[in-house]
């Protein structure tokens, strides 16, 4: 589950780039601040380039208890970065003819109500099945009867998300899912005859060489595995208790390090295992019943089984993590500048994507993170104080203004629904500040069927947690799109 400042970055989920040659010193002096000023026991930092690690760093500890140093061997809790491994699954199954996307999911299990008929395969993959999830970690919809600390059988699993009805017609909407990739877990035992993480193992794990990766075990001996935190009221405390049916999914259960990760994005690049048609398969847009693109926030699409947006206006690929038993990890990938980015970390509350978007400014200048930015003058206050409207009128749910007056058409289709506090309340936003600007006419940058000739970077406070704004212009001055992390 996602605290309030990790949802907020869903709208950014992803990344960058390279270019120039990084120091590796400096590299670690950044992430070793980082980790101090986020309160991050351990991390473990793999770059890609080109298809070969350029990267691979392990820091501060797997254990604080026991003062035991993370090192290459150290094995992280990725949570929702699984599912985009459970998609990369579940395509070779469709190149092996096993599975097709359009299958109804009602040829994989018996009794389902007609309600259900029209679910498909890529329905579960895209988060558009209306099934309830069985976290919170989409906050607009009910979500599922089901208690994380107990255990269920599939049989009681999948007859709680029945009894629990859907949030909306199969295709209609977006709403992220766990649920959905447990299925498809699911799915793969009963296509294969053998459990996922099986099927994981001899298809994926084993070919690339993956020794450092497997599924969560509460009662297994993993050697290796790092302890999960949090940090809270000041002072650092162990993650909290999720049981083993809701450990084990194939939506979250991956133990590994960035090094492991890595061989798999670079296998997903070379075409070897995944057909290049399988992964233009899942990193392009899904599609709504309506025929309309499945847009979770502003800043970002939903593949099948991805994260899709845009960071300094490059087109990314990627997903985040985050679970409660005290992990927060992010990898993505940027395939203009042929760049892969993960970060993995045992501190629940801590900004991976702060970590990572300020490591790709050191391989290139054009991904430089805002928060990395030196402050310059305001050439342009009129689109500063625009921002400014636009942000009060968004987060304070009109009272403010309405935020579609300061959007192109095609964003005001996509604003989100107004984020709450845990009580119910607006969130609160204050000292929104310029921090710079770049002229990007020269280049195709176009957001919602709109051209982009200018991006502002702005730092702003939300609940009292630093977030950092990225805001993509027209040349009339509309916001074309937005993203924040």
Avoid at 305 to 317: A, E, F, S, V
Avoid at 351 to 356: H, S, T
Avoid at 426 to 451: E, H, K, L, Q, W
Wanted: overall charge neutral.
């Amino acid at each position: 589950m996602k605290p309030l400042s990790n949802r907020l970055s869903l709208v950014c989920i992803f990344f960058l780039s390279f270019g120039v040659a990084a120091r590796a010193d400096d590299i670690d002096a950044y992430v070793q601040t980082e980790m101090a000023e986020q309160h991050i026991p351990g991390l473990s930092l793999c770059v890609v380039r080109d298809g070969h690690i350029i990267k691979d760093q392990t820091y501060g500890l797997a254990n604080v208890e026991l003062n035991v140093p993370a090192t290459s061997d150290t094995e992280f809790a990725i949570a929702s970065m699984t599912k985009s491994v459970t998609a990369s699954a579940i395509m070779l199954l469709v190149q092996d003819g096993k599975i097709s996307l359009d299958d109804p999911i009602s040829k994989y299990f018996d009794g389902l109500p007609e309600s259900w008929q029209a679910i498909t395969v890529r329905h579960l993959l895209s988060h558009t099945s209306g099934i309830k999830d069985h976290f919170h970690d989409y906050p607009f919809f009910p979500i599922a009867n089901l208690d994380r600390k107990l255990e269920y059988t599939d049989a009681q699993y999948l007859k709680a998300l029945i009894d629990g009805g859907l949030n909306f017609k199969p295709g209609a909407q977006w709403a992220y899912s766990s649920t959905g990739f447990t299925l498809l877990g699911m799915i793969i035992k009963k296509v294969t005859g053998k459990p996922y993480a099986e099927f994981f193992r001899e298809r994926i794990f084993a070919p690339l060489g993956m020794t450092k990766t497997h599924v969560i075990s509460l009662a297994g001996i993993i050697p290796n595995r790092a302890a999960g935190y949090r940090w809270l009221d000041g002072a650092m405390r162990n993650g909290d208790y999720t049981g083993q049916t809701f450990s084990e999914g194939a939506d979250v259960s991956l133990l590994t390090t960035a090094a492991d990760l890595a061989k798999w994005h670079i296998a997903l690049s070379s075409e070897g295992i995944w057909k290049k048609s399988s992964l233009e398969l899942m990193w392009t847009p899904a599609k709504l019943a309506n025929g309309e693109e499945a847009v979770p926030f502003p800043g970002g699409e939903s593949g099948l089984g991805w994260g899709l947006g845009i960071y300094n206006g490059y087109p990314r690929i990627g997903h985040g993590g985050s679970f409660i038993t005290g992990f927060v990890s992010f990898m993505g990938r940027i395939p203009d500048k042929r760049l892969i980015v993960i970060v993995l970390t045992n501190q629940h509350s801590a900004n991976p994507l702060r970590v990572a978007f300020g490591v790709v400014g050191f391989y290139d200048a054009d991904l430089l993170a805002p928060h990395r930015m030196k402050v310059q003058a305001d050439a342009q206050p009129e689109l500063t104080a625009k921002v400014k409207a636009f942000v009060a009128a968004l987060f304070s749910g009109g009272a403010s203004g309405d935020p579609t007056q300061f959007v192109t058409g095609g964003l005001g289709h996509h604003l989100p629904p107004v984020p709450k506090t845990p009580a119910g309340q607006t969130v609160p936003v204050s000292d929104v500040s310029f921090i710079a600007s770049a002229n990007v006419s020269n280049r195709r940058i176009v957001r919602y069927g709109a051209r982009v000739t200018h991006m502002s970077y702005y730092k702003a406070i939300f609940d009292g947690h630093p977030v950092y704004l990225t805001f993509y212009f027209t040349s009339d001055g509309q916001i074309a799109d937005y993203s924040a992390y």
